[in-house]
């Protein structure tokens, strides 16, 4: 038991990564049954009712916790946060934006705030604001960054050495060396996305997993959206986003996720993934992934 498995109530400190539509109820469930803890995602959640058919979905499936990550864009924040007060959840990632507002809000309804921060500065912020814990999220990591960020081999010590509340490690980890350096580094605990992606019971297409399998650790770019970027498998279409050939709007769209992601058009939307994706060569249950990064 560490600082992260007693506040969190699970046996490894392992947390799934917020990953939009592709964390189903039942990836949720098995990182929480395997001793990691499963997390909703609900950056585009735009009915409350859909979050409390997700959480309640993932209790049939599990009795052990689980959280959700709460993005700070959503409008409907103060609503979702209800919800998952209501339905029990002991902890929540914030990220996407200030936090200032989002901890309180938490803390009024019981619940730990764990921050998301590219930055060692914005790490002293969020504890000056109250945050329980920190996920530092190094460059190399799937989805969405800002423009100023630093790798995780550099960022999680420089954090682990100015915050006193527990730090978890992001990006890059994807199996038992990554899993053991984050500790080595300072962290007390591990925050994996695109490791999870390619495992059975991710919801993800085939194609997404496949993709992620054949991929090198050379195999993402970074998309530039003008506020933020994302990091994506090196598709023909990242490419040519990278390049302004293609539209971004069409290919960021609910339809393009829903067509990619969950049908295996990879032409059809851009496929966020991290530089670890160069690491991985199997689709395993999420059992066996989670005892690989503890065991193996
Ligand atoms: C497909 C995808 C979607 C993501 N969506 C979110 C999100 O909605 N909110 C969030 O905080 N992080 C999001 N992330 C980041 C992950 O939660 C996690 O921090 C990151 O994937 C860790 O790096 P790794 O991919 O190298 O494991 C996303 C990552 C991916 C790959």
New binding site residues.
Partial sequence: MNAMTEMLGCQHPII?????V??NPELVAAVSEAGGYG?L????VQDVDVLRGQIQETKKLTGNPFGA?I?AMNSLVPELIDILAEEGVNAV????GSPKEIIPMLHEKKMKAIV?VPTADVARKAEALGADAI?A??S?????QGFKGAS?LVLVPAVADLVKIPVIA?????DSRGYKAAFALGAQGV???????ATKECI?HNNYKDTIVESQETGTGLVDLGRFRI??LQTKLVEGLIQGTEDTDKAFSGQAVEES?LKGDIAAGV???????GLISSVPTVRELIDELVNG
Avoid: D
């Fill in positions: 799934l990564g917020a990953m939009g592709i964390c997390l995602a609900t950056a585009f990550n993005f990632t914030v990220s996407g998301v996920v999220e190094g190399e990591s799937g989805g969405m995780t992001a990006g890059g980890i994807g925050q994996i996305g695109t490791r999870f992606i993800a990091r994506a992601w496929l966020p993934a991290g530089e670890v994706s």
